[in-house]
């Protein structure tokens, strides 16, 4: 059984760095695409971007140049690092396991977790 | 950008009723289109994938159809725990989009 689990501060001040980790077990991370996706309170879902094992990486342009996502194979995990965060970026965030393909759907998800941008 | 228009915002309908939601995309996106269903403080679980395969574990009660731009998530005889928000969600151009939403309330 595939497991996600995400982990990171649950507050972050505005113009700082939103930094989030998910730990996959059950599976390995070398063998498919991972996802993170968000979704602001009471709102719907947004795609972040997503990570291949070997560094590929693929983001949604309405963050333009403030997300990076990263691959750490030897701890099974991937992450997340949004920078000069506003309020507008308060969202449960949700990782979630892709395809072997780049472009696919997501199952299973993380929990997910709660971050909230304010001073 | 694909955006995905579902309809209706919510749809309140009786257990043993049947449900139908729709899901239209600003442009073709073959079959290439997934359901969700989410319940309150829960991740979405995917329902539906490539218009209209189940996904392990999903009951035959859910079922997919359509091409194109056009789709449909039916539920048949709905259950009290059916009530929750769904999702549509397109693959076929980047970025990877999601409809906003049909709530179902069960009565």
């Known amino acids: 059984q595939v497991l996600l689990q995400e982990s990171g501060p649950g507050l972050v001040k505005p113009s700082e760095t939103l930094s989030l980790t998910c730990t996959i077990s059950g599976e390995s991370i070398s063998t498919y695409y991972w996802s993170w996706i968000r979704q602001p309170p009471g709102k719907g879902l947004e795609w972040i971007g997503y990570i291949y094992h070997s560094g590929d990486t693929k983001s949604n342009p309405s963050l333009k140049s403030r997300v990076t996502i990263s691959v750490d194979t030897s701890k099974n995990q991937f992450s997340l690092k949004l920078t000069s965060v506003t309020a507008a970026d308060t969202a449960v965030y949700y990782c979630?396991?892709?395809?072997?393909?780049?472009?696919?759907?997501?199952?299973?998800w993380g929990h997910g977790t709660l971050v909230t941008v304010s001073s | 950008e694909i955006v995905l228009t579902q309809s209706p915002a919510t749809l309140s309908l009786s257990p043993g009723e049947r449900a139908t939601l729709s899901c239209r995309a600003s442009q073709s996106v073959s079959n290439y289109l997934a359901w969700y269903q989410q319940k309150p403080g829960q991740a979405p679980r995917l329902l539906i994938y490539d218009a209209s395969n189940r996904a392990t574990g999903i009951p035959a009660r859910f079922s997919g159809s359509g091409s194109g731009t056009d789709f449909t998530l039916t539920i048949i005889s709905l259950e009290p725990e059916d009530s929750a928000v769904y999702y549509c969600q397109q693959r076929i151009n980047w970025p990877i989009t999601f409809g906003q939403g049909t709530r179902l309330e069960i009565k």
């Open positions: 979630a396991k892709g395809s072997a393909t780049g472009t696919s759907w997501f199952a299973p």
